[in-house]
DNA sequence: GTATGTGAAGACCTTCACAGCG
DNA sequence: CGCTGTGAAGGTCTTCACATAC
């Protein structure tokens, strides 16, 4: 309870959590064996980053599925149902607009803006598109707590300051930039280019 | 030149590819420091990053600009210009098909497919949506060495097969699952939903 | 003076291997 | 017997600190 969990596990949490899904109905209980094969890790990792968040198993027969689900969830922060902006309203904005697997983990679309002000006014995905300028005041009236920026690389810096003005702590990025934001906050970084690159660098190694 | 290059670092070196297009026009030499900033990470990082390259700077002075360019892009394999299959027309498979920013790295959407006959024959971003029965022959015909899945989880492992199937050994993953693949198949993974719930972690840990 | 290149130290992460317990 | 829980070992990655070169 005392050491602080590894940034590492942290990331793992969601796929452990995700992989209880593909346990089969009426199965009441799993193991690290059955749940490393589903998160694709080696099984000590699982037990490890299990232990980290005090979750215990039974000795010879392994954890409790319902009790895990819960565990992970109330860790991840997933009983609150978060809602979250959505600024860029271009395709890749509107397919997270659009996107239902949010829902499944408690996360709301509570907001969409662009600067843009064509496409302010229209609608994607049920939800109406805001000019920027009101970023502060929907986010205080809806408790936006998250950041999620799809927008260019050029427009990606301003509107994280305005999220970090905002009082938002927490960031999606999916803009080709890195963000320099205060301490305190935190950006996950979601970059297709750099992901296809990095395929690229073994394709080329293997001589492909 | 013997010791392989850390994974770590590869997934920067597309980064500070990038980070190149943030020096002003006119500078010819940019400093570890400078990348260092725009990549986000210490300047020790960029060196050793870069020394297993055999890319040289100049001390006193730092890195060429063209030079590094030209050293990353080759490293990256990015001078082939490598064709990709895009499976899945939905919202997301869209978004990837209309992205422009993929061409500037030498990528080329060069088929876009759906299990749904619904949406087969559709255009999606000027690529005709084709059946996945012709997948095999379109990876043939046209040379392409990547695969992106782009549809629901359940559909995922299937494609992913299909994609091995046909030939390719590089798959990027934009499925909430976890792919099971042969030895000697590279695949990334990109989840928004997972992300998400790393940010909540870190929430819930403050508080909020 | 300024910035690289790198051994060495340190931090972090993963895996092993087995004791412990149901 | 089966599977968890964990100290210890082994790897990998990051950072420091300074010799080296321009």
Chains 1, 2 share one sequence.
């Not at 607009?97 to 496409?119: E, H, L, P």
Request: aromatic content about 6%; proline content about 4%.
């Amino acid at each position: 309870m005392k050491t602080s969990i590894p940034t590492a596990t942290i990331a793992r949490l969601p796929i452990y959590l995700r992989g209880l899904g593909d346990v089969p109905p009426g199965q009441t209980t799993c193991s690290s064996d059955e749940l490393a094969a589903s998160a694709g890790v080696n099984s000590a990792q699982v037990r490890k980053d299990l232990s980290y968040l005090n979750v215990s198993g039974v000795r010879g027969v392994g954890y409790s599925v319902d009790e895990l689900r819960e565990q992970l969830s109330t860790a991840l922060g997933l009983k609150q149902g978060y809602a979250v902006a959505v600024v860029g309203a271009g395709n890749l904005g509107t397919a997270l607009s659009n996107y239902g697997g949010f829902a499944r983990w408690g996360f709301t679309v509570a907001g969409v803006f662009d600067i843009d002000d064509a496409k302010v006014g229209r609608e994607v995905g049920g939800h109406l598109v805001r000019p920027l300028a009101d970023l502060e005041e929907i986010v205080r009236q809806r408790n936006i707590a998250i950041g999620i920026v799809a927008t260019p690389a050029q427009a990606a810096q301003q509107v994280a300051d305005r999220f970090v003005a905002a009082g938002l702590r927490s960031i999606l990025n999916f803009a080709p930039t890195v963000l320099q934001v205060p301490d305190g906050v935190s950006v996950r970084r979601v970059d297709f280019s750099t992901e296809l690159q990095i395929l690229t660098f073994h394709l080329q190694q293997a001589g492909n």
